[in-house]
């Protein structure tokens, strides 16, 4: 029988050793920064040699992709992540409350210009994951081991000022994203078995939260992908009902001036970064998975989006270019008996698909703030990831629409927008720092600036609004 084995060769100093990592972790990297006498050695990229036959050795060393293998603690066996259950963890994460809240904030631009903004956040969106991608396998080039949070990487590329302001962005944005989820859950759970607020936001968080805790990577994606195929075909058959009335003349309304205040609410609908880090983990580093994983995963919600901001915006006769109606999904759940039900289940499912993307992000970044081993599910992170939306929901009852709003006017372009482009100039462009990985995103210093000052763009512009908005109530 033919043997194979792995040997490592490092691409950088080959004086310098790549040490193995323990049997009794979780993963396996084969990238290693060693420190000796207080300084930081060159990053080292291994390679894999496979031989058939250990007294035949192949002539030249065979690269891999990954950069470290995901084992089993209990079977010592491999475990490489799986690019479908990756895909549905990017699109449950996408596929959340916020495209409830699409039709509203797009009814004014009419369908065919909210469409146009629609693509092009989702096109910014996933140049944004792609850098989040990149610096992330950087800096786990660097530290030797998976479960690299945004902590990290902020540390690494823009110190101590980027990472508190990251922190504190990319705690609020959780936080808010959650206790908005928790809100809406509780709600969808209370009217359809009765039983009180708190107790359907307590049996809301322990049954996902659960699943993300005890759950291994295969459980939860399978559980991701049973969410996102009931996102499916609640979404097809709320479609099928809400169709009938289409008007496809109301699709070629448009009023461009209008859309950019749509922008805010659509890239919070599109947010999924909080999860590269997990994918790049969980992808052992193949940033050609992950790259597939953020492209396919974020198509599946355009999409869905396109088609659900269609439906409704060319159902409701009138609707499209006029700002008088406050919520066009309500005004649909009440011309039609049949649509409410099905609202219902799409809500939940997406809530509850994005809701697990979440908790494992937030989680792993707070492991990762509080310095734990990567590969060990520890209870710290994940109390703090559950209780204090759980508690927060029940103080106000317009909590959800609070959250949302905020979350995505001030949030979500900061730490999804800006700090992705800035991490990854700095990364590229200091002299300080070295990134083994090359660029995945093209475009050099255009690229980066065209995502750093669109964000900052209308980000500048909702605050001159919102201040306006304040004078005119004086």
């Given at each position: 029988m033919a043997l194979i084995s792995a040997h490592c060769y490092p691409l950088l100093k080959p004086t310098s050793l790549i040490l193995p990592s323990s049997v009794s972790a979780a993963r396996t990297p084969v990238l290693r920064r060693l420190v000796r006498s207080g300084t930081r050695r060159p990053l080292q990229?291994?390679?894999?040699?496979?031989?058939?036959?250990?007294?035949?050795?192949?002539?030249?060393?065979?690269?891999?992709?990954?950069?470290?293998?995901?084992?089993?603690?209990?079977?010592?066996?491999?475990?490489?992540?799986?690019?479908?259950?990756?895909?549905?963890?990017?699109?449950?994460?996408?596929?959340?409350?916020?495209?409830?809240?699409?039709?509203?904030?797009?009814?004014?631009?009419?369908?065919?210009?909210?469409?146009?903004?629609?693509?092009?956040?989702?096109?910014?969106?996933?140049?944004?994951?792609?850098?989040?991608?990149?610096?992330?396998?950087?800096?786990?080039?660097?530290?030797?081991?998976?479960?690299?949070?945004?902590?990290?990487?902020?540390?690494?590329?823009?110190?101590?000022?980027?990472?508190?302001?990251?922190c504190l962005s990319y705690l609020f944005i959780h936080y808010a994203l959650l206790v908005a989820y928790v809100a809406r859950s509780s709600d969808i759970i209370t009217n359809s078995l009765g039983i009180p607020l708190w107790e359907s936001a307590t049996l809301f968080s322990l049954a996902f939260g659960g699943i993300c805790y005890f759950g291994s990577q295969r459980l939860i994606g399978a559980v991701n992908g049973f969410l996102v195929f009931g996102i499916l075909a609640s979404f097809t058959s709320l479609v099928v009902v809400a169709s009938g009335n289409l008007q496809w003349s109301s699709l070629l309304e448009a009023n461009f001036a209008a859309a950019p205040q749509s922008i805010p609410i659509i890239a919070l609908s599109f947010v999924y970064q909080n999860v590269v880090p997990v994918l790049c983990t969980n992808l052992e580093g193949d940033l050609s998975k992950v790259r597939t994983a953020i492209i396919a995963g974020t198509a599946i919600p355009l999409v869905l989006f396109l088609v659900w901001d269609g439906v409704i915006l060319g159902t409701l006769p009138g609707i499209a270019g006029n700002s008088n109606v406050s919520d066009p999904l309500e005004l649909l759940r009440s011309n039609n008996g049949m649509v409410g039900p099905i609202v219902e289940a799409f809500s939940f499912l997406a809530i509850g698909t994005s809701y697990i993307g979440f908790v494992l992000g937030l989680s792993d970044f707070l492991a990762d703030l509080l310095k734990l081993p990567s590969g060990q599910n520890k209870p710290l992170p994940y109390l703090l990831t559950l209780l204090p939306p759980l508690v927060l929901s029940q103080l106000d009852p317009e909590i959800f629409f609070k959250a949302l709003d905020f979350a995505g006017t001030y949030g979500v372009l900061v730490l999804f927008g800006v700090f992705p482009a800035a991490m990854s100039w700095s990364e590229r462009y200091s002299d300080e720092l070295e990134a083994p990985v090359p660029p995945i995103v093209p475009g050099g210093k255009v690229t980066l600036g065209v995502v750093m000052g669109g964000a900052l763009l209308v980000i500048v512009s909702e605050i001159i609004k919102d201040i306006m908005q304040l004078q005119g109530l004086h």
């Open positions: 990229r291994c390679l894999c040699s496979q031989y058939a036959d250990e007294r035949h050795p192949a002539e030249s060393p065979q690269q891999l992709e990954r950069l470290f293998s995901n084992l089993n603690q209990a079977t010592m066996k491999h475990e490489p992540g799986s690019l479908t259950s990756s895909i549905f963890l990017v699109a449950g994460t996408t596929v959340g409350a916020g495209i409830l809240a699409i039709p509203a904030v797009t009814q004014e631009a009419g369908f065919l210009a909210s469409a146009v903004t629609c693509i092009f956040c989702w096109l910014y969106m996933v140049v944004t994951g792609l850098l989040v991608a990149e610096v992330n396998v950087n800096t786990m080039c660097e530290i030797g081991s998976g479960g690299v949070s945004l902590v990290s990487m902020a540390m690494r590329t823009l110190g101590t000022a980027g990472v508190r302001t990251a």
